[in-house]
């Protein structure tokens, strides 16, 4: 099984905090979107024929497109690749795009999972980071997603805001799961060079939350969520009913994915490759059959990194039978030699073979990760 992610990178205003390849320049799209089904009859091969149980469009802002645009994209992936009748086809949304025509166009061109980036619903933080909608915008997405017949509708949250209250953050919360929303990701707001918050954060005109208030914040995240039924299946990502993502969960359990679309990264197990981040040149390069992505095959090394920092993060952990199976004996009492000061701590659980977090692990889960792997 495997699963394709196609890199819309369009958006119609620039987030302050975002750090993902994206260009105002939508006039751009018309050759984008013949550069993209041209990728992907290019690349038709590298699943090599394995059935496609996901289709995942993130950006930018998937919601530029018309739902025209969308059907075309997923009939000509249909024609090339080999799509389970059931897959899971998830979309990324502005809330303020999805009037209820165009909410009821994109199911139609099958779309059944919806991935909206709320980020907060307090207005004052939404004006922050130059979201396009408001608090009213959101609540009213959801709602209408839920009218017309989604029944598998995630949103996005992000704690750790300058200025964000304890307050706020469970109210944001609260509204979230009164919801008819089955999924959550709440992230922790990351300063990534490049972005006006990270340009602020050094000039001092923005003060960053302490690391006492992120962390009271994390744990509040995890005892609401836990308090309206959802599961914490990964470190930033909760689900009602096992509805976990399952694009996301094939990339932590190192299932193969093709990446279309500039900035798209693709893995199929033994290598990975990540198309250029910038449209003009990707289009360019595609219309004079030239290369527009990288390569880096990964060692034996890099492959129980990867396997290390993808799983522990899951509630279904790192087995150690697969290690040794995997990577052999020394590298198994490697890590179990790692793990030693962690399991006393109890930081780290391992039960039935299987290394996983448990919820004073989660708090210091990047220095575990990091011990864990070979440098």
């Known amino acids: 099984m495997a699963g394709i992610y196609i890199h819309i990178p369009f958006c119609r205003q620039k987030c302050y905090y975002c750090d993902f390849y994206k260009t105002v320049n939508t006039t751009l799209k018309p050759k984008f979107l013949v550069g993209l089904k041209a990728e992907a009859k290019l690349r038709k091969n590298y699943l090599q024929n394995e059935v496609v149980e996901t289709i995942y469009f993130g ?9 025209s645009e969308l059907a075309d994209i997923l009939t000509h992936l249909n024609q090339h690749f080999d799509i389970r009748e059931a897959a899971e086809i998830t979309f990324e949304a502005n809330p303020d795009d999805l009037t209820t025509e165009y909410l009821l166009a994109i199911k139609k061109a099958g779309i059944n999972r919806l991935s909206l980036g709320i980020q907060a619903l307090q207005n004052r933080h939404l004006q922050k980071m130059n979201r396009r909608h408001d608090a009213g915008q959101a609540i009213e997405a959801i709602q209408n997603a839920a009218r017309v017949g989604f029944d598998n509708i ?3 949250l992000i704690y750790g805001l300058p200025g964000l209250t304890e307050e706020e953050w469970k109210d944001s919360l ?10 959550l990701s709440a992230y922790h707001l990351t300063y990534h060079e490049g972005t006006a918050f990270y340009t602020w954060l050094k000039k001092g005109t923005l003060k960053e939350l302490s690391e006492t208030e992120s ?19 990964e470190i930033s990502n909760f689900a009602r009913n096992e509805l976990y993502s399952q694009h996301n969960t094939s990339y932590w359990q190192g299932k193969k994915y093709l990446g279309l679309g500039p900035s798209a990264h693709s893995f199929d197990q033994l290598s990975r490759r990540w198309n ?3 449209v003009e040149s990707y289009i360019k390069a595609i219309e004079n059959n030239l290369a527009y992505s990288e390569e880096e095959i990964l060692t034996e090394k ?17 087995s150690l039978k697969a290690v040794n199976e995997l990577f052999g004996a020394d590298v198994k009492n490697y890590l179990l030699k790692q793990l030693g000061k962690y399991i006393q701590a109890d930081l780290v659980t391992v039960k039935n073979e299987t290394i996983t977090l448990p919820r004073k692990g989660l708090f210091v889960s990047d220095e575990i990760m990091t011990d864990l792997m070979i440098i």
Request: no cysteine; charged share 25%.
């Open 215 to 233: 962390v009271k914040q994390f744990e509040i995240l995890i005892d609401r969520a836990a308090s309206a039924g959802f599961e914490q299946y």
């Open 174 to 183: 609260d509204q979230v799961f009164q919801l008819p929303v089955q999924h």
């Open 276 to 278: 250029t981040s910038h």
């Open 59 to 67: 950006g930018g802002t998937p919601s530029v497109l018309e739902a």
């Open 154 to 156: 995630s949103v996005d």
């Open 302 to 318: 890099d492959r129980y990194n990867e396997y290390i920092l993808t799983r522990i993060r899951t509630k279904w952990g790192v």
